[in-house]
């Protein structure tokens, strides 16, 4: 079965600092991992899709890279604004349909 | 937007009452799915459509049922509300390949009292 894990659970930093935020997944056999920002109350949004194949994706300051055979992903975000706080969640889709499986979110706090 | 609508947006009900919540999508997608979020649990997969008619259980799928008459709408049916599915309820939908972004309703807050 497989197991999403991110850690650490909350993170706070200073405005301006550069992150990264970690996920790591048990089975290596994933058509994709996708990363996605949840603020209070709202549903959530899709931040970035990195498929199997690809080692990572950049949008805007934020990038994301994938290491499939250590079971990795990490979220890098540059400059930091406070805007950018928000729980981020990771999600790997497996092998057998289009099912995902979440880890529990790391919620980020960007102080001014 | 992804052209997802939930209804209701948010719900208090008693134990023992049945409970309908509506997923609506304009985007024509052939797969919808039901998640739940939970403090601790994450979002976990209650059940999911790959077409009219064509349903299939998630990971928490027991004291749940659903129906999809037409691609549009997805319904998610508590038979009996359990003060255990207390949650936040959201609907998703993705185009059908694997490769493809899968987008998020707004949720619906269910509260069982």
């Known amino acids: 079965k497989q197991e999403v894990t991110q850690i650490p659970a909350a993170l706070s930093v200073p405005e301006g600092e550069n992150l990264v935020l970690n996920c790591s997944f048990t089975?290596?056999?994933?058509?994709?991992l996708q990363w996605f920002r949840q603020d209070p109350g709202k549903g959530l949004t899709s931040l970035l899709l990195i498929q199997s194949s690809q080692r990572e994706q950049t949008s805007g300051r934020l990038n994301a890279s994938l290491d499939k055979s250590s079971g990795r992903s990490t979220l890098y975000i540059a400059a930091s604004q406070p805007g950018d706080s928000a729980t981020y969640l990771c999600a790997v889709r497996a092998g057998g349909g289009n099912k995902l499986t979440f880890g529990t979110g790391t919620q980020l706090k960007v102080e001014l | 937007d992804a052209g997802i609508t939930q209804s209701p947006r948010h719900k208090v009900t008693e134990t023992g009452t049945p409970v309908t919540l509506r997923c609506h999508q304009t985007e024509n997608h052939r797969y919808m799915y039901w998640y739940r979020q939970d403090p601790g649990h994450g979002l976990r997969l209650i059940h999911y459509?790959?077409?009219?008619?064509?349903?299939d259980k998630g990971e928490v799928s027991d004291g749940y049922s659903v129906s999809r008459s037409k691609t549009e709408d997805f319904l998610l049916t508590l038979e009996s509300a359990t003060s255990s599915q207390t949650s936040v309820y959201f609907c998703?939908?993705?185009?059908?390949?694997?490769?493809?972004?899968?987008?998020f309703g707004e949720g619906s807050w269910l509260t069982v009292v």
């Open positions: 089975d290596s056999a994933i058509y994709n």
């Open positions: 459509s790959y077409g009219v008619k064509d349903t």
């Open positions: 998703a939908i993705t185009p059908g390949t694997t490769g493809n972004t899968i987008y």
